[in-house]
């Protein structure tokens, strides 16, 4: 890459921040959707298969072995890559979505939705899919979680699921053993309708929300997982039917069970900054 075209994706990448707040260059009568009075868009996606479909989660959490002490939630919260592949309750899985998506009130008829994470101008731009193995009760297979009913659709199975679950995440194949990998995409219009162009910036800082919510709810149920930017947009989009346009999978999130005693073979990812002596 010649250095001109590196100093324009930077600066390109850096107007993401700074345009946010700067309407420098902006035309006076530019006008977002929302003020247009242009229709809402949905405030979440319908279900890709038929409400019928769709599988109701359960939500009796107190039933979880849930860590409850705060501070240890925080201070234990870790990125875990190391996986032992036991089985992964439903009721743990849907606590996992609850935390990072779940949907808690509406706001007017159908003008936003309440949930377990902020949002600028709770426009939740986020759908949750997954590809789940070892999730008692449920078929491997990949999954379209639905916010509005908590509820989740079967997508279909996968032969290849490790295999998918690795390419998908830029080869990254420690991933492939866990229980529960979390592909979240942006429908970018749903917070484009109210922020017009400077909706990207709050998109990124909502989905920090989205996983620190994830690394925490799987922390107190002594699972792990990891937060994963290095996502191949081309085979997690065809994976679960989207466009890579409108809607787009951008951010990803292993979860699976772990134990303390496999400590040493996680430190093992930052083996390199002994190696160069960084
Ligand atoms: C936005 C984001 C993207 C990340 N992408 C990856 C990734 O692609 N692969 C990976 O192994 N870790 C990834 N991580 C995890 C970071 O490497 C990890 O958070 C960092 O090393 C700090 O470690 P900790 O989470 O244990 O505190 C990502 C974390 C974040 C927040």
Same mark, same amino acid.
Request: glycine share 6%; net charge negative; aromatic share 12%.
């Given at each position: 890459?010649?250095?001109?075209?590196?100093?324009?994706?930077?600066?390109?990448?850096?107007?993401?921040?700074?345009?946010?707040?700067?309407?420098?260059?902006?035309?006076?009568?530019?006008?977002?959707?929302?003020?247009?009075?242009? #229709?809402?868009?949905?405030?979440?996606?319908?279900? =890709? /298969?038929?409400?019928? %479909?769709?599988?109701?989660? #359960?939500?009796?959490?107190?039933?979880?072995?849930?860590?409850?002490?705060?501070?240890?939630?925080?201070?234990?919260?870790?990125?875990?890559?190391?996986? &032992?592949?036991?089985? =992964?309750?439903?009721?743990?899985?849907?606590?996992? @979505?609850?935390?990072?998506?779940?949907?808690?009130?509406?706001?007017? /008829?159908?003008?936003? &939705?309440?949930?377990?994470?902020?949002?600028?101008?709770?426009?939740?731009?986020?759908?949750?899919?997954?590809?789940?193995?070892?999730?008692?009760?449920?078929?491997?297979?990949?999954?379209?979680?639905? #916010?509005?009913?908590?509820?989740?659709?079967? @997508?279909?199975?996968?032969?290849?699921?490790?295999?998918?679950?690795?390419?998908?995440?830029?080869?990254?194949?420690?991933?492939?053993?866990?229980?529960?990998?979390?592909?979240?995409?942006?429908?970018?219009?749903?917070?484009?309708? /109210?922020?017009?162009?400077?909706?990207?910036? #709050?998109?990124? =800082?909502?989905?920090?929300?989205?996983?620190?919510?994830?690394?925490?709810?799987?922390?107190?149920?002594?699972?792990?997982?990891?937060?994963?930017?290095?996502?191949?947009?081309?085979?997690?989009?065809?994976?679960?039917?989207?466009?890579? @346009?409108?809607?787009?999978?951008?951010?990803? =999130?292993?979860?699976?069970?772990?134990?303390?005693?496999?400590?040493?073979?996680?430190?093992?990812?930052?083996?390199?900054?002994?190696? %160069?002596?960084?």
């Amino acid at each position: 890459m010649n250095e001109d075209l590196i100093r324009r994706r930077i600066l390109l990448g850096r107007s993401f921040i700074t345009k946010f707040a700067d309407d420098e260059g902006v035309d006076e009568d530019y006008e977002t959707d929302q003020n247009l009075k242009k #229709p809402q868009p949905p405030l979440a996606k319908a279900p =890709m /298969r038929g409400p019928e %479909q769709a599988l109701a989660l #359960p939500v009796n959490f107190s039933e979880l072995d849930i860590d409850n002490d705060f501070l240890h939630v925080i201070n234990s919260r870790a990125s875990r890559r190391v996986y &032992t592949q036991e089985p =992964m309750s439903l009721l743990q899985l849907s606590f996992l @979505l609850w935390c990072c998506q779940g949907v808690k009130a509406l706001r007017g /008829r159908s003008y936003a &939705t309440l949930r377990t994470v902020p949002s600028g101008g709770a426009r939740h731009p986020f759908e949750c899919y997954l590809a789940l193995q070892r999730v008692e009760r449920l078929a491997d297979g990949l999954y379209h979680y639905l #916010p509005l009913t908590h509820a989740l659709e079967f @997508l279909g199975a996968r032969d290849d699921l490790p295999e998918f679950i690795t390419n998908s995440l830029s080869g990254q194949a420690w991933a492939a053993k866990a229980n529960a990998v979390f592909y979240f995409s942006c429908v970018f219009y749903r917070a484009e309708w /109210r922020y017009g162009i400077w909706a990207h910036a #709050p998109v990124l =800082m909502d989905s920090g929300h989205v996983t620190e919510n994830l690394y925490l709810a799987a922390t107190s149920l002594g699972l792990g997982g990891c937060a994963i930017a290095a996502v191949d947009p081309a085979a997690s989009n065809a994976a679960f039917s989207l466009d890579g @346009l409108e809607e787009t999978v951008f951010y990803a =999130m292993p979860v699976g069970t772990v134990r303390p005693s496999d400590k040493p073979q996680e430190d093992a990812f930052y083996a390199f900054v002994r190696e %160069q002596g960084l």
